[in-house]
Structure formats: structure tokens, C-alpha cells
């Protein structure tokens, strides 16, 4: 290398270099914890492949994490009329959404007899179990108070759930928001159980149906969109988990006792925010 491409040296000395040595674990160690990180992955066969299925799955909690993170934010913003940090979260969660829907290509092409070579391993362990998903579904507007039976054994992650669960979903948020902007929603919509899944509501179709006939530059429609991208991203997911599964065990009885594929295609039919998308046929 010539000396044009080495880095410029320190007052007239020796060329920069990075500080290599530490009293302790490096400041990247301390603020990532990447050793605890790589060092979380037990396989419980012999078969290679399961340690690609095991890192993946964790990967995915990561990214459920981090997206509840936004949409607790973007929830919270909407309570206090704060727009732009609502809107920063949104847009941020898609960009998360995406990298989680990536994460399904190191495990979406397996064969029957691979997934077959360690599946014995997950024993009653599955998908639907996972807490941050669920946490994921409540801040939709999935509730579901039996959604919780899993966790009893495990009182911090039931607590958690229980309490998002009581809590009003981003959707709730958003329509309460919508409210407060003038737009018509029922206070039997806004007054609901917020532990009861959201129905779909005629009343709610109409006032998305007029924030879509209205100006396209204003604040609802441009929130409308940001839900949309989410919510379209959110259908990937499932039905990426679908085909995913579909190739990998075709109909059988889902790991943990699950219907598999059939519980999958039920939840893959389901529009999240469904009013956002029926409302586009009366515009």
C-alpha cells in the first residue's frame, strides 16, 4: 500500500490506529453484549441445520422486540397529539417489518425430511407461544385474554402481557386520534373493553372512507398510509409463515399441538386495521 492510503499520522508520529487495549471487556462488548448474544444458542440434536433454525428464531424475537418498542411509541405519541414522533415510529417499524419478513429466507425452503432431522428437538415448543408476538398481536388490536394460559408458569413475562393486554392498542390510539380531529368515530368504539379484539365497524369505515375523500396531503391520510404499509407488512409476515410451514410439514398437526397450517391460513385471512382497507372501496 503507498503511503497516500495510510491513515495521517498524530502530530508529526506513528499513523492513527484504533485503541486496542482494555482493562476489561471492550466498550462494543459492554454496549452490545455480544457475547451473551452468541453464546444464547443450544441445539439439542446433531443436525446442523438446527442451529441455522434456532439462531433465525431468535433473530425474530429481536425484531419483535424492537418493533413493539416503535408501536408502544407511536401509541403513546398519539395519546399526547404528537404527530411527528408517531409518524417517526411508524415509518421506522416498517423498515423493521421488512427485516423481519427477511428473516423467514434461511428457513423457507426446507424440506419435509430436513425440518424433520431436528423438529423432535422443539418437542411442545412453537411459534405461538412466543410473548413479544403476542405482545405484537395486542398492539394491533388482536386481543385475546387466553393468549395469556401459555405464560402462567412465567409471572414477569404474564405480567407484561396481562398489562398489554389491559391497555388500549396503537389502533386505539389512532382512533381516538381521529376523534379528537373531528372525524365521527361511535363512543361505543372509543368506550370499548380495551381488552376485547377490535371488530370491524361501519361507523369506523365511514370516517376512514372520509379522511381518504379528503385532502391527500393531511395529517389522517398520511397516518392512514403509515398503518397501511404496516398492515401490509404484517400480511406478509403471516402468510410467509404459511408457506414457509406448508413446505416444511405440509397439513400436519403444528408443533405444541397447534392445527399448523390451518391455524395459519385462518390467521393469514385476517386484515389488520380492517376498516382502513374496506374504506377504500367507497372512495
Not at 508520529?13 to 486496542?20: F, I, V
Not at 386505539?172 to 379484539?197: C, K, M, S, Y
Not at 404496516?230 to 405440509?250: F, I, K, P, S
Amino acid at each position: 500500500m503507498s503511503s497516500e492510503h495510510l491513515p495521517a499520522p498524530a502530530h508529526g508520529g506513528e499513523p492513527e490506529t484504533p485503541n486496542l487495549d482494555f482493562a476489561g471487556t471492550t466498550p462494543y462488548e459492554d454496549y452490545v453484549q455480544a457475547d451473551v448474544l452468541t453464546h444464547l444458542q443450544h441445539p439439542r440434536s446433531d443436525d446442523p441445520g438446527e442451529m441455522v433454525f434456532l439462531v433465525t428464531t431468535q433473530v425474530m424475537e429481536l425484531w419483535f422486540t424492537v418493533i413493539v418498542h416503535e408501536w408502544e411509541t407511536a401509541a403513546a405519541a398519539l395519546r399526547r397529539d404528537d404527530l411527528p414522533v408517531a409518524m417517526a415510529a411508524l415509518k421506522r417499524s416498517v423498515w423493521e417489518l421488512e427485516s423481519l419478513n427477511a428473516s423467514w429466507k434461511p428457513i423457507a425452503h426446507l424440506t419435509p425430511s430436513q425440518f424433520n432431522a431436528y423438529r423432535a428437538a422443539l418437542g411442545e415448543g412453537s411459534g405461538f407461544q412466543s410473548a413479544m408476538y403476542r405482545r405484537m398481536e395486542f398492539l394491533l388490536g388482536e386481543k385475546s385474554a387466553s393468549m395469556l394460559v401459555p405464560h402462567r408458569g412465567a409471572p414477569r413475562v404474564h405480567g407484561e402481557l396481562e398489562k398489554a393486554l389491559a391497555e388500549p392498542s396503537l389502533y386505539d390510539e389512532v382512533l381516538h386520534f381521529l376523534a379528537r380531529r373531528g372525524f365521527a368515530i361511535p363512543d361505543e368504539v372509543l368506550r370499548r373493553e380495551p381488552t376485547a379484539r377490535h371488530e370491524s365497524h361501519p361507523a369506523v369505515e365511514a370516517a376512514w372512507t372520509a379522511v381518504y375523500a379528503g385532502d391527500q396531503e393531511s395529517d389522517a391520510v398520511r397516518l392512514g398510509e403509515a398503518l397501511t404499509e404496516v398492515a401490509e407488512l404484517v400480511w406478509r409476515w403471516r402468510n410467509d409463515h404459511l408457506v414457509a410451514t406448508r413446505r416444511a410439514m405440509g397439513s400436519k398437526v403444528g408443533t405444541g399441538g397447534s392445527a399448523g397450517v390451518a391455524w395459519l391460513e385462518k390467521r393469514a385471512r385476517k386484515n389488520v386495521f380492517p376498516e382502513l382497507w374496506s374504506a377504500r372501496s367507497h372512495v
